[in-house]
């Protein structure tokens, strides 16, 4: 029973460091795009990409790291604490995991802002005629963040997933 218990944090926190790495992966190589775009084009609309483009992956980058760091502490903690036949640390576990779906819901918010952020600019750009730039702009931040948006769906599904769990595990001790 204590083993099935262990498992199943050791698998969350497993798909969440590969959330993690992707997402990580992910910044450095749209930031290896972006920075030859920005060097290799002087064309409007490649300079266009290049500025959503850096920005989200440096931001990107950042957060694929401070999830890969927060993904192996707890876990750690958390099991040594389960074979230690300390308890009560599923109930600190819930409350943190519930913390973090409210966290992933205000990123999965400020995404969906971005994208349509990005639909917009691309659009209007199209339909008034305006400039490649503002092309190139609108489809670097709807892409850019696109992919995060899809990523982090994934995993808030997965941690509401893992805080069922949690909720039956309580229960269960």
């Known amino acids: 029973m204590l083993e099935e218990k262990i498992y199943r944090i050791q698998n969350y926190y497993k798909s969440k460091s590969k959330n993690a790495l992707f997402i990580l992966i992910w910044g450095l190589l749209t930031a290896a795009f972006g920075y030859y775009a920005y060097t290799k084009s002087a064309a409007p609309f490649w300079e266009g990409i290049t500025y959503p483009t850096l920005l989200l992956a440096l931001v990107q980058i950042v957060q694929g790291a401070y999830m890969l760091w927060q993904a192996t502490a707890p876990k750690t903690d958390l099991i040594t604490a389960l074979q230690a036949g300390k308890t009560q640390v599923i109930p600190t576990e819930i409350a943190a995991t519930d913390k973090r779906l409210e966290h992933m819901r205000r990123r999965n918010i400020l995404q ?49 997933l893992y805080a069922a769990e949690l909720r039956v595990e309580r229960k269960d001790f």
């Open 112 to 160: 969906q802002v971005l994208i349509g952020l990005g639909i917009g600019f691309t659009l209007t750009a199209v339909f008034a005629n305006l400039s490649t730039f503002m092309i190139g702009s609108g489809l670097g931040l709807m892409t850019q963040t696109a992919i995060s948006y899809i990523a982090d769906v994934l995993l808030r599904w997965r941690t509401s």
